[in-house]
């Protein structure tokens, strides 16, 4: 299982996200007729770490996108989605999943504009991991 599946496993796995957004959680970009709340997540970066030990692994940075019709819905599950994620250290993605030491959220902007589209705000997450 990759980094990306294992979100996506993880996100989709989590009641409290589940109960927001059903399935709708996208690779990439959310589908522009898709229903909301949704969330879509790409890979923004992913710098190598190597150890004093021999380790390598990786440090992937995540961009998290939670899309709403409403700001205080994209607020409620972006806290959602944080609080999933943020500090989480263990098997990612369930059974065959990404063994993750450490998932560190490293901010958040709120990028909505025209009143008409959606309430977007973008997450960002580092996750530290052992290469496969």
Do not use: C
Not at 54 to 60: E, Q, T
């Amino acid at each position: 299982m990759t980094i990306m599946e294992a979100i996506r496993a993880h996100l989709l796995a989590t009641q409290a996200v589940t109960d927001l957004v059903g399935t709708r959680v996208h690779y990439n970009e959310r589908p522009q007729n898709g229903g909301l709340p949704a969330l879509a997540f790409r890979l923004i970066g992913n710098p190598k770490v190597r150890t004093f030990g021999g380790g390598n692994s990786d440090w992937p940075r995540v961009q998290i996108d939670v899309f709403a019709a409403t700001s205080l819905q994209a607020q409620q599950l972006a806290q959602v989605v944080t609080s999933t994620l943020d500090w989480f250290g263990g098997t990612l993605g369930g059974v065959g999943g990404v063994a993750v030491e450490n998932i560190e959220h490293i901010g958040e902007v709120d990028l909505s504009g025209d009143p008409r589209q959606p309430r977007h705000i973008a997450l960002d997450f580092k996750i530290l991991h052992e290469r496969a």
